[in-house]
C-alpha cells in the first residue's frame, strides 16, 4: 500500500490549522506542516494537533514552503505527497476521492477539481480561474479544469524529476506543466470548498504576471523544467538518497572586521591577510564538495567581490539577517527549500578543517537530529541539521564561550538528538596559532597560511 504525507504550507493560520491537522490525520494520512515565517501560534498549533512541523524563518512564499515539503516528504521515504492549504478551503473528507483515483492511476497528478460545481467560490476568483486553467490545458495539451486547485496527490516520481524555480503560488502551474512535458497524466476529480470569508493571500496585481511569466518560460524552454536537477545538487547524495549541502559561512577580507581578537597581538592589516589565508585553505579543502556547497558572505554587498576573490565556480549567495543566528537560520532554510535533505554549515578560520570532517558530520546526521563539531573555546566550527530548525539558533551569546553549552541546551529543549565530531580549535589569539604551527597531522599542513604566519612573524614582534 502506497504512503502519502498531507503537506500543508501555512501562513497566519493559527484560527484553521489545529482542526485542519486533526481532520486529515483522522482520514488516516500523516501530515506535515510547513510555517512559512508566521508570527502567530500556526506552528506551536500544527505540533500541538500532531502534524511534524517545518519553520521559515520568514516569509519566503508558497512556493518555497511546498519545495521544503517535498524534499521532506522524499527524505522520509514517502511514495507521494498530498498538498492541501491551511485556511480550511478544502474539506478533508475528500482526501479519500483522491487516493481511489491515485491507486487507480499511481503515477498520475491527481488535482482536486472545485469547479464543477463552481457557485460558492468567488466570481472574481472564478473568472480567474477560468482563463488559468484554459491558459494552462493549452499549453500542457490536458484538460484540467481547475489548474489553480492546491489540493492534490502528487506521486514521488514526479517531485523527483521536476525541477522547480517558483518561490510563489506560481510553482502549483509550474509543477503541472513540468509534470505534463514529462510525459505524467493530470486527472481531476470532484472535491468540495469551503469559503468562508478567509481572505486570500493572492494579490492580483501581483500573482497574474508571475502566473503568465511561468508559462512563458515553460514555453521559451520546451520541456526544460523537466529535467534531473542539477549536477551540484544530483552527484551529492546520502546512501537513502537524500541530497547533502555544504554552507560555507565566509567573510571579505577587510582590516578591522576579521579576526579582530587577534589583530590586537599582530596588528589589523596581519589578521585580514592571515583570515584570507585561513578561508583560501579552506576552500581548498573542501574543494571535492563544492559542487553540493554555496558560499555565504558577509557583508551582503560583497558577493561580486568575493566571486572575484575565490578560486573554482563556487556558488556565491549573500548573508541574510541581523544577527548570526538569523543568517544561519535563513542559509539553512533556503538549502532544504531547495531540495536539500541534510545540511552541514562551516566557517573559514579553522585551517585544519578538512572534507572527510564534513563527511563524517552527514554520517552522524544519519542517526541525529544535529551535529556539532565543538571548538575548545566554548563556541563550534561546525553545525549541520536535517531540516530547519531556526529556533535552535535564537537566544545564543555569539562571540562567547557560552554558545555551544547554550546550543546544547536549546537543542535539549526542542527534544532533539545531539551528535558530535571530534574537538576543534579556532586561530583567535596568538597562542592559537603557535598551537597550530606545532600541528604535524597531514589535515593541518596548509601551507598557505603557514607562510602567511611566517612572513606575520618576520614583520612584527610577538610573543613567544
Same mark, same amino acid.
Given at each position: 500500500?502506497?504512503?502519502?504525507?498531507?503537506?500543508?504550507?501555512?501562513?497566519?493560520?493559527?484560527?484553521?490549522?489545529?482542526?485542519?491537522?486533526?481532520?486529515?490525520?483522522h482520514?488516516?494520512?500523516?501530515?506535515?506542516?510547513?510555517?512559512? #515565517?508566521?508570527?502567530?501560534?500556526?506552528?506551536?498549533?500544527?505540533?500541538?494537533?500532531?502534524?511534524?512541523?517545518?519553520? /521559515?524563518?520568514?516569509?519566503?512564499?508558497? #512556493?518555497?514552503?511546498?519545495?521544503? #515539503?517535498?524534499?521532506?516528504?522524499?527524505?522520509?521515504?514517502?511514495?507521494?505527497?498530498?498538498?492541501?492549504d491551511?485556511?480550511?478551503? /478544502?474539506? =478533508?473528507?475528500d482526501?479519500?476521492?483522491?487516493?481511489?483515483?491515485?491507486?487507480?492511476?499511481?503515477?498520475?497528478?491527481?488535482?482536486?477539481?472545485?469547479?464543477h460545481?463552481?457557485?460558492?467560490?468567488?466570481?472574481?476568483?472564478?473568472?480567474?480561474?477560468?482563463i488559468?486553467?484554459?491558459?494552462?490545458?493549452?499549453?500542457?495539451?490536458?484538460?484540467?479544469?481547475?489548474?489553480?486547485?492546491?489540493?492534490?496527490?502528487?506521486?514521488?516520481?514526479?517531485?523527483?524529476?521536476?525541477?522547480?524555480?517558483?518561490?510563489?503560488?506560481?510553482?502549483?502551474?509550474?509543477?503541472?506543466?513540468?509534470?505534463?512535458? #514529462?510525459?505524467?497524466?493530470?486527472?481531476?476529480?470532484?472535491?468540495?470548498?469551503?469559503? &468562508?470569508?478567509?481572505?486570500?493571500?493572492v494579490?492580483?496585481?501581483?500573482?497574474?504576471?508571475?502566473f503568465? +511569466?511561468?508559462?512563458?518560460? /515553460?514555453?521559451?524552454?520546451?520541456?526544460?523544467?523537466?529535467?534531473?536537477?542539477?549536477?551540484?545538487?544530483?552527484?551529492?547524495?546520502?546512501?537513502?538518497?537524500?541530497?547533502?549541502?555544504?554552507?560555507?559561512?565566509?567573510?571579505?577580507?577587510?582590516?578591522?572586521?576579521?579576526?579582530?581578537?587577534?589583530?590586537?597581538?599582530?596588528?589589523?592589516?596581519?589578521?585580514?591577510?592571515?583570515?584570507?589565508?585561513?578561508?583560501?585553505?579552506?576552500?581548498?579543502?573542501?574543494?571535492?564538495?563544492?559542487?553540493?556547497?554555496?558560499?555565504?558572505? &558577509?557583508?551582503?554587498?560583497?558577493?561580486?567581490?568575493?566571486?572575484?576573490?575565490?578560486? +573554482?565556480?563556487?556558488?556565491v549567495?549573500?548573508?541574510?539577517?541581523?544577527?548570526?543566528?538569523?543568517?544561519?537560520?535563513?542559509?539553512?532554510?533556503?538549502?532544504?527549500?531547495?531540495?536539500?535533505?541534510?545540511?552541514?554549515?562551516?566557517?573559514? $578560520?579553522?585551517?585544519?578543517?578538512?572534507?572527510?570532517?564534513?563527511?563524517?558530520?552527514? &554520517?552522524?546526521?544519519?542517526?541525529a $537530529?544535529?551535529?556539532?563539531?565543538?571548538?575548545?573555546?566554548?563556541?563550534?566550527?561546525?553545525?549541520?541539521?536535517?531540516?530547519?530548525?531556526?529556533?535552535?539558533?535564537e537566544?545564543?551569546?555569539?562571540?562567547? +564561550?557560552?554558545?555551544?553549552?547554550?546550543?546544547?541546551?536549546a537543542?535539549?529543549?526542542?527534544?532533539?538528538?545531539?551528535?558530535?565530531?571530534?574537538?576543534?580549535?579556532?586561530?583567535?589569539?596568538?597562542? &592559537?596559532?603557535?598551537?597550530?604551527?606545532?600541528?604535524?597531522? =597531514?589535515?593541518?599542513?596548509?601551507?598557505?597560511?603557514?607562510?602567511?604566519?611566517?612572513?606575520?612573524?618576520?614583520?612584527?614582534?610577538?610573543?613567544?
Amino acid at each position: 500500500m502506497r504512503r502519502y504525507c498531507a503537506i500543508i504550507p501555512a501562513y497566519q493560520n493559527e484560527a484553521t490549522v489545529g482542526s485542519l491537522v486533526s481532520a486529515v490525520r483522522h482520514q488516516g494520512v500523516p501530515v506535515a506542516v510547513i510555517d512559512d #515565517g508566521s508570527q502567530d501560534q500556526t506552528a506551536m498549533l500544527a505540533a500541538s494537533h500532531g502534524a511534524v512541523t517545518l519553520r /521559515h524563518a520568514r516569509n519566503a512564499g508558497k #512556493g518555497c514552503a511546498l519545495r521544503l #515539503g517535498f524534499a521532506y516528504a522524499i527524505r522520509e521515504g514517502f511514495d507521494g505527497v498530498l498538498t492541501m492549504d491551511a485556511d480550511g478551503q /478544502h474539506d =478533508p473528507n475528500d482526501i479519500q476521492t483522491l487516493l481511489r483515483a491515485a491507486a487507480e492511476n499511481p503515477e498520475a497528478v491527481v488535482v482536486g477539481n472545485r469547479m464543477h460545481a463552481p457557485a460558492r467560490m468567488p466570481w472574481a476568483r472564478r473568472g480567474a480561474n477560468l482563463i488559468a486553467s484554459a491558459v494552462v490545458s493549452a499549453v500542457s495539451r490536458q484538460r484540467i479544469p481547475d489548474s489553480q486547485s492546491g489540493f492534490r496527490l502528487i506521486p514521488r516520481g514526479v517531485l523527483e524529476h521536476v525541477s522547480l524555480d517558483s518561490s510563489r503560488y506560481e510553482l502549483e502551474t509550474e509543477l503541472l506543466l513540468a509534470a505534463a512535458a #514529462g510525459g505524467a497524466r493530470i486527472l481531476s476529480v470532484p472535491v468540495k470548498s469551503v469559503y &468562508d470569508g478567509h481572505a486570500s493571500h493572492v494579490r492580483w496585481w501581483r500573482d497574474p504576471p508571475r502566473f503568465f +511569466g511561468t508559462v512563458g518560460r /515553460h514555453l521559451v524552454n520546451g520541456s526544460g523544467s523537466h529535467r534531473t536537477p542539477p549536477t551540484h545538487i544530483s552527484e551529492h547524495r546520502n546512501p537513502s538518497g537524500g541530497k547533502r549541502r555544504v554552507l560555507i559561512f565566509l567573510k571579505e577580507p577587510v582590516p578591522r572586521q576579521v579576526k579582530t581578537r587577534l589583530a590586537a597581538t599582530i596588528g589589523d592589516r596581519q589578521a585580514a591577510q592571515l583570515y584570507q589565508a585561513c578561508a583560501e585553505e579552506t576552500l581548498r579543502q573542501l574543494a571535492p564538495l563544492a559542487s553540493a556547497a554555496t558560499l555565504y558572505v &558577509d557583508p551582503p554587498d560583497a558577493v561580486e567581490r568575493v566571486q572575484r576573490w575565490v578560486e +573554482g565556480e563556487w556558488v556565491v549567495r549573500p548573508q541574510r539577517g541581523s544577527t548570526l543566528g538569523m543568517r544561519l537560520a535563513q542559509a539553512i532554510d533556503e538549502a532544504f527549500a531547495e531540495g536539500a535533505s541534510r545540511v552541514v554549515v562551516v566557517g573559514t $578560520d579553522a585551517p585544519w578543517l578538512s572534507a572527510s570532517d564534513v563527511e563524517r558530520a552527514f &554520517d552522524v546526521l544519519s542517526d541525529a $537530529d544535529v551535529v556539532i563539531g565543538p571548538s575548545e573555546d566554548g563556541g563550534y566550527y561546525l553545525v549541520g541539521v536535517t531540516r530547519p530548525l531556526p529556533a535552535l539558533f535564537e537566544q545564543i551569546p555569539w562571540s562567547t +564561550g557560552k554558545v555551544y553549552a547554550a546550543t546544547i541546551v536549546a537543542a535539549k529543549t526542542l527534544q532533539l538528538h545531539v551528535g558530535a565530531i571530534r574537538m576543534g580549535y579556532d586561530l583567535d589569539h596568538w597562542e &592559537d596559532v603557535e598551537r597550530f604551527m606545532a600541528d604535524t597531522r =597531514p589535515e593541518a599542513a596548509a601551507p598557505r597560511v603557514r607562510q602567511q604566519i611566517v612572513e606575520t612573524q618576520r614583520r612584527i614582534t610577538c610573543p613567544s
